[in-house]
């Protein structure tokens, strides 16, 4: 769940250092940030079943899953996300410390609230 714009606009860099000494993650995203709120129960179970999942299926792979505690960069400018679940099987990522920058999957498990924002979002990305 997100919660509303609390903060200025910046940088994509200013968001890389200023979301580390936050004590809440923030979403990136066309140069807005988005505090990262809890999700239900319901939706965590979704989540768990999502990645366990893939991890059964990918085992073996080389491929990493990652859950929803992983940032994932877009691109190197943004969005930057915490989906719930990503798959990323490229190289470059298997040394990365602060975000994933090659994903092949990224999932987001939906409830009304979440659809209309993800939605909204994604209609405004500039890739």
Known sequence: MVANLQHPHR????????????????EYINGEVY???????????I???LTTLLRNHLRGSGCSILNSDA????TTLGPFVYPDASVTCDSRDRTALKFALYPSLI????????EAYSGFQLSRLQM
Do not use: C, F
């Open 11 to 26: 940088t994509p860099q200013e968001y890389l250092d200023w979301e580390p000494l936050q004590n809440i993650r923030y």
């Open 35 to 45: 505090a990262m709120t809890g999700g239900t129960i319901p939706h965590s179970k």
């Open 47 to 49: 989540a768990v079943n």
């Open 71 to 74: 940032k994932i960069g877009i």
């Open 107 to 114: 999932a987001e498990v939906l409830s009304p609230t979440t």
